[in-house]
């Protein structure tokens, strides 16, 4: 069982930046895929970030690659979105996940099983 708490969430102006940060508890931080989810509303669940467990390759969508970073410090069992250039199109709740399934292809997925219970990032224009 693994649970994951978001925070870091809150209002920031386009072109600025925020930092999210998603704290695990349970055992085997480093087994888990870990990732990013956002939901706008109205619209559909997307895929935002993905990391593998050691934290060697990291997945991203073009909609936020060169403007987002995935990280993750495995000895603290925490996992990072640094989010730069902020879009109001980024505004959205923001979803910490988990999985033991390779993170290349979560932009497939909906099935990932473990879900933080979001933090709402809004952007102003």
């Known amino acids: 069982q693994v649970q994951l708490v978001e925070s870091g969430g809150g209002l920031a102006q386009a072109g600025g930046s925020l930092r999210l940060s998603c704290a695990a508890s349970?055992?085997?931080?480093?087994?888990?895929?870990m990732g990013w989810f956002r939901q706008a509303p109205g619209k559909a669940r997307e895929f935002v970030a993905s990391i593998t467990g050691s934290g060697d390759m990291t997945f991203l969508p073009d909609s936020v690659k060169g403007r987002f970073t995935i990280s993750r410090d495995n000895a603290k069992n925490t996992l990072y979105l640094q989010m730069n250039t902020l879009k109001p199109e980024d505004t959205a709740i923001y979803y910490c996940?988990?999985?033991?399934?390779?993170?290349?292809?979560?932009?497939?997925?909906?099935?990932?099983?473990?879900w933080g219970q979001g933090t709402q990032v809004t952007v102003s224009e």
């Open positions: 349970g055992r085997s931080f480093s087994s888990y895929a």
């Open positions: 996940v988990a999985d033991v399934r390779p993170p290349r292809g979560w932009m497939y997925l909906r099935d990932l099983r473990y």
